[in-house]
């Protein structure tokens, strides 16, 4: 799987905007003929890569799917750094999932270093209300990541496999999803990523988008 991972990740960034063209006509297709649950807010958006001591993001987060009549939904978050090998985020959000809330973790022991990529796990704590129910998330993450140069600048593509269990009216469910995305590294003070979240089990196929503003812990924003 590393070494299929390490192969791909090489490839031009024309590649990988055809995958998602694929993948954009897999999530209609899907929505068309598989019903799912929308539990789409279980999605990832985020790489291997860590801040710096002192540094923090701020993002927003609009991402869309079709199941169930289709919806969007869109967030606000805030990453931080806790320690050379752990990141923190702090999530709110809303849309057609009526409101949810997360904190989670990042660790990533192994950084990507040479032709090694970056290798670690995200835990998060997720309070979802959605149809006046109330469903609470325990989700871990494995994330892999790789930076990559192309023609149009730093790309930092990623794969990752968020298990969730689902706390919900004294019942619980394990959902899965297959997360693939890329980031762009447009500049210091800003990058954009795409995602595709496929239904691995109990979720929601969906697509969305995640836009970074990094800001200096001592200058404020980077521009």
């Not at 990042?106 to 129910?133: C, E, H, S, T």
Request: proline share 4%; glycine share 8%.
């Amino acid at each position: 799987m590393f070494n299929f991972f390490k192969k791909s990740v090489k490839k031009s960034v024309n590649t990988s905007i055809r995958i998602f063209i694929f993948g954009f006509g897999f999530l209609i297709l899907n929505s068309l003929i598989a019903p799912c649950v929308s539990h789409a807010y279980l999605s990832l958006n985020e790489t291997g890569e860590l801040l710096r001591e002192g540094d923090f993001r701020l993002g927003a987060i609009p991402q869309a799917y079709l199941s169930d009549g289709g919806g969007t939904n869109i967030a606000a978050f805030m990453d931080f750094n806790v320690s050379p090998a752990v990141n923190s985020r702090l999530l709110i959000g809303g849309g057609s999932t009526d409101f949810w809330a997360q904190a989670s973790a990042k660790w990533v022991p192994f950084p990507d270093y040479q032709n090694q990529p970056a290798m670690g796990l995200r835990g998060a704590l997720i309070y979802a209300r959605d149809n006046k129910l109330n469903f609470y998330n325990i989700q871990i993450a494995p994330i892999i990541s790789k930076v990559t140069d192309s023609a149009y600048g730093k790309m930092i593509p990623y794969i990752g496999l968020p298990i969730t269990v689902i706390y919900s009216e004294n019942r619980s469910t394990t959902a899965m999803q297959f997360a693939v995305g890329n980031e762009w590294v447009v500049s210091q003070d800003f990058q954009v990523g795409a995602e595709l979240d496929l239904n691995l089990s109990n979720t929601t196929t969906a697509i969305s988008l995640h836009l970074n503003f990094p800001f200096d812990g001592r200058i404020g924003y980077r521009k």
